[in-house]
T-cell receptor
Framework: EPEVTQTPSHQVTQMGQEVILRCVPI?????FYWYRQILGQKVEFLVS????????KSEIFDDQFSVERPDGSNFTLKIRSTKLEDSAMYFC???????????????FGEGSRLTVL | SQKIEQNSEALNIQEGKTATLTCNYT??????LQWYRQDPGRGPVFLLL?????KEKRKERLKVTFDTTLKQSLFHITASQPADSATYLC????????????FGSGTRLSIRP
């Protein structure tokens, strides 16, 4: 069964360093997402991406964050200068269509745990 | 401001009973609402979608209702089993931001044998 894959599974970095989290969404999907979940807290929306551009983003997704789909398969999240409060699990998700047209089922990866020291 | 609230942080019920979880929202005009299951350390897994013009949806032992007047969705698991123990999340999207799917904080459900 197709799945969303994320790398790395765990990254430890020093405050102020740049981090790139990578995702390979399901191949025929059209919408791509990043969410984060701080330990013990809710799943928070960061950004959605469609047709090679950001379609929605949250207040969390400030200038320190960027996303890219550099080729037909990868979808990356870059954090330019990490802060302690960026420590969280970052989930990538993808879907073929929104819930307006179909189920809008988000397929999530297993997550990348980021620890900022 | 927009809010999605799941009424209980945790719910403990006996195996075989029906579990009922609640999702309330404010300052939203949702186009659709989804329910997901999340196990510890894993990503959420989609269960069901219900649209704003639908009252009820069923899938096997799961039932979801959607009341846009009360601004509430109820999620039921009938004949609950210990394997149903997990955190259950509701998620909303509006017509104007259909790709912006926002999650509630979840209800941790424990089914005791």
């Amino acid at each position: 069964e197709p799945e969303v894959t994320q790398t790395p599974s765990h990254q430890v970095t020093q405050m102020g360093q740049e981090v790139i989290l990578r995702c390979v969404p399901i191949s025929n999907h059209l919408y791509f997402y990043w969410y984060r979940q701080i330990l013990g807290q809710k799943v928070e929306f960061l950004v959605s991406f469609y047709n090679n551009e950001i379609s929605e983003k949250s207040e969390i997704f400030d200038d320190q964050f960027s996303v890219e789909r550099p080729d037909g398969s990868n979808f990356t999240l870059k954090i330019r200068s990490t802060k302690l409060e960026d420590s969280a699990m970052y989930f990538c998700a993808s879907t073929l269509e929104t819930g307006l047209a179909g189920s809008g089922e988000l397929f999530f990866g297993e997550g990348s745990r980021l620890t900022v020291l | 401001s927009q809010k999605i609230e799941q009424n209980s942080e945790a719910l403990n019920i006996q195996e075989g009973k029906t579990a009922t979880l609640t999702c309330n929202y404010t300052n939203y005009s949702p186009a659709y609402l989804q329910w997901y299951r999340q196990d510890p350390g894993r990503g959420p897994v989609f269960l069901l979608l219900i649209r704003e013009n639908e009252k009820e949806k069923r899938k096997e032992r799961l039932k979801v209702t959607f009341d846009t007047t009360l601004k509430q969705s109820l999620f039921h698991i009938t004949a609950s089993q210990p394997a149903d123990s997990a955190t259950y999340l509701c998620a909303l999207a509006s017509y104007s931001s259909a790709s912006k799917i926002i999650f509630g904080s979840g209800t941790r459900l424990s089914i005791r044998p």
